[in-house]
């Protein structure tokens, strides 16, 4: 591993990939020319007979962890989100109904890094996958939840497993939190705590300039509790009450389309379990189709910014 990478959520897939399929031997990679992206060659060199190139071919490559599956194996899938569960969701719903356990890689999940073009941009994932029962999907924070959230997929989770993965080097803000991460599915972890304003969040792009929108916020007094949601459909009920029933203001802000998103999630969860009454509910997301350029210039561009963060949130909660 390249020092320069070694705290990339990439790289630590990896390397925790390598870790746990020396434990369990059932698991079997299956990649679609995309290697180099998560540094598998290293994986296929240890595990040679454990590791399959299936080349650009999504929808040939998830039904044949389908039926990998089926033998009793642990089929590891990794292409480009966007690429993966819009192409081969057929042959992924198909999985699904035969209640084995398949784990999907959703590389480059999310608006940014944002160079490649709109092809590559992830914004739909979640929503395609929200649908299909026997699911679970994931979005790690950083290269120490990458590993934790990777070992409950592979010897704890019953279900089918998907799980985000962002590319590239992670902020300074991001770095900064390494020591209060602690992965619990259904729970989110909060990064701030503060008082009448909630944000459930999540991924190392987005998050970060939520943290920057902070520092701003508590020049006018408004301290808000940041939460990390690594968790993108389904939560514990009564952790989730708890938390809103403590803020006034409850906002999402998604990697992703506003609709079909973590903001959807959890506003479905809040109108079923009905603890949602006199609060003050916002969605914030990618409404449109994605803008390419630098970080700098998208994340302004769909008002993820930390300053067009700021004006969004304190806009609504002046206006009521």
């Given at each position: 591993m390249q020092s320069e990478k070694k705290n990339w959520i990439t790289n630590s897939l990896t390397e925790s990939l390598i870790?746990?399929?020396?434990?369990?031997?059932?698991?079997?990679?299956?990649?679609?020319?995309?290697?180099?992206?998560?540094?598998?060659?290293?994986?296929?060199?240890?595990?040679?007979?454990?590791?399959?190139?299936?080349?650009?071919?999504?929808?040939?490559?998830?039904?044949?962890?389908?039926?990998?599956?089926?033998?009793?194996?642990?089929?590891?899938?990794?292409?480009?989100?966007?690429?993966?569960?819009?192409?081969?969701?057929?042959?992924?719903?198909?999985?699904?109904?035969?209640?084995?356990?398949?784990?999907?890689?959703?590389?480059?999940?999310?608006?940014?890094?944002?160079?490649?073009?709109?092809?590559?941009q992830s914004l739909r994932d979640i929503s395609l996958l929200n649908s299909i029962p026997n699911f679970?999907?994931?979005?790690?924070?950083?290269?120490?939840?990458?590993?934790?959230?990777?070992?409950?997929?592979?010897?704890?989770?019953?279900?089918?497993?998907?799980?985000?993965?962002?590319?590239?080097?992670?902020?300074k803000e991001i770095l900064k939190l390494k020591t209060r991460i602690n992965f619990k599915p259904g729970i989110g972890q909060e990064i701030t705590k503060g008082k009448k304003v909630v944000i459930f969040s999540y991924g190392q792009y987005v998050l970060s300039e939520i943290l920057k929108t902070v520092e701003i916020l508590k020049i006018k007094n408004i301290f808000p509790t940041i939460v990390n949601m690594s968790t993108m459909n389904?939560?514990?009920t009564k952790w989730l009450k708890k938390i809103v029933?403590?803020?006034?203001?409850?906002?999402?802000?998604?990697?992703?389309?506003?609709?079909?998103?973590?903001?959807?999630?959890?506003?479905?969860?809040?109108?079923?379990?009905?603890i949602i009454k006199n609060k003050n509910f916002f969605k914030i997301g990618i409404e449109t189709f994605p803008e390419c350029g630098t970080v700098e210039e998208v994340l302004k561009y769909h008002k993820l910014d930390s300053k067009s963060l700021y004006k969004t949130l304190i806009s609504k909660i002046k206006n009521r």
């Open positions: 870790k746990f399929s020396k434990k369990n031997k059932n698991i079997v990679v299956l990649d679609a020319d995309l290697s180099d992206d998560l540094n598998l060659k290293k994986f296929a060199k240890i595990f040679p007979n454990r590791f399959i190139q299936n080349g650009i071919a999504e929808q040939d490559m998830v039904s044949m962890a389908g039926g990998i599956a089926l033998q009793g194996m642990l089929p590891v899938v990794n292409s480009f989100a966007s690429f993966l569960t819009a192409r081969a969701n057929e042959q992924i719903y198909n999985n699904a109904t035969e209640n084995t356990k398949i784990i999907y890689l959703n590389l480059y999940a999310g608006l940014l890094p944002a160079g490649a073009g709109k092809s590559h679970r999907i994931f979005h790690p924070l950083n290269y120490i939840e990458v590993d934790q959230v990777l070992k409950h997929c592979i010897f704890k989770e019953k279900k089918n497993c998907a799980i985000r993965l962002s590319i590239g080097p992670p902020t389904f939560f514990s029933n403590k803020h006034d203001y409850i906002f999402t802000i998604d990697d992703h389309s506003i609709s079909g998103g973590l903001g959807d999630n959890i506003l479905n969860e809040l109108n079923k379990q009905k």
